[in-house]
């Protein structure tokens, strides 16, 4: 299994741009997962999909930040405008219900700079 | 609501040496609680989790933790450090109602002096 892949691995983008980050998640896996990781707040939980439906939306920061999921093997996470405040690490993470596992799986990350 | 306290954002041991990393939990309910670790410029990876059964974990690149309920405790531990274990570790805590959400700590640096 390529295991869960996120693009772009780097964006530096100016303020106001609009931003989009992509996610796919590992095959048969029925949740999904987008963190924040910044040295100041650590590794924060943004939003977390059951079955491609969304079900805590409470860490995400702002009207700016939209979070999708139109299939089981895609997601999206999209900040408009961009500000600069906004430059993390953005996770996206992935897991299944099998037994007791809540093993969450993640990808690389992307390393977001807004300039 | 959960939380998590790692003690010490930096810890630096020998090669050799014992590898003791602490962690302690905030829960109103009965927890489960992991240990990833994150290498440079990679995501995380699990190591172990407590999610009621035994209570001495464990896990992968011979670590191990113990689940202490009385003194809300789940530290992680190596008897013998080796460089490729040079990197950041998390505790996290989650609920049984909603175990699919994780709460971080603010992670544990270890570095490993030859």
């Known amino acids: 299994d390529a295991g869960v892949i996120q693009s772009p691995r780097h964006e530096v983008t100016e303020m106001g741009q609009e931003v989009t980050l992509r996610c796919k998640p590992i095959s048969g896996h029925d949740y999904l997962f987008w963190y924040r990781q910044t040295m100041m707040r650590g590794l924060e939980l943004l939003i977390y999909?059951?079955?491609?439906?969304?079900?805590?939306d409470s860490g995400m920061p702002e009207d700016r930040f939209s979070a999708k999921m139109p299939n089981a093997s895609f997601s999206t996470l999209k900040i408009q405008p961009s500000e600069p405040r906004d430059s993390a690490v953005y996770f996206c993470?992935?897991?299944?219900?099998?037994?007791?596992?809540?093993?969450?799986?993640f990808g690389p990350g992307t390393r977001l700079t807004v300039t | 609501a959960q939380s998590v306290t790692q003690l010490g954002s930096h810890v630096s041991v020998s090669e050799g040496a014992l590898v003791l990393l602490r962690c302690n939990y905030s829960s109103s309910v009965p927890p489960y609680l992991f240990w990833y670790v994150q290498y440079p410029n990679q995501g995380l990876q699990l190591l172990l989790k407590?999610?009621?059964?035994?209570?001495l974990v464990k896990g992968i690149n011979g670590f191990e933790a113990e689940f202490k309920k009385s003194e809300t405790s789940f530290h992680l531990t190596k008897p013998s450090a080796h460089m490729s274990d040079a990197a950041e570790y998390f505790c996290?805590?989650?609920?049984?109602?909603?175990?699919?959400?994780?709460?971080f700590g603010q992670g544990t640096r270890l570095t490993i002096n030859p």
């Open positions: 999909f059951n079955n491609n439906v969304p079900i805590d």
């Open positions: 996290a805590v989650s609920d049984r109602r909603g175990a699919q959400k994780l709460v």
């Open positions: 407590y999610t009621s059964a035994a209570t």
């Open positions: 993470a992935s897991s299944f219900i099998a037994g007791i596992s809540y093993e969450q799986y």
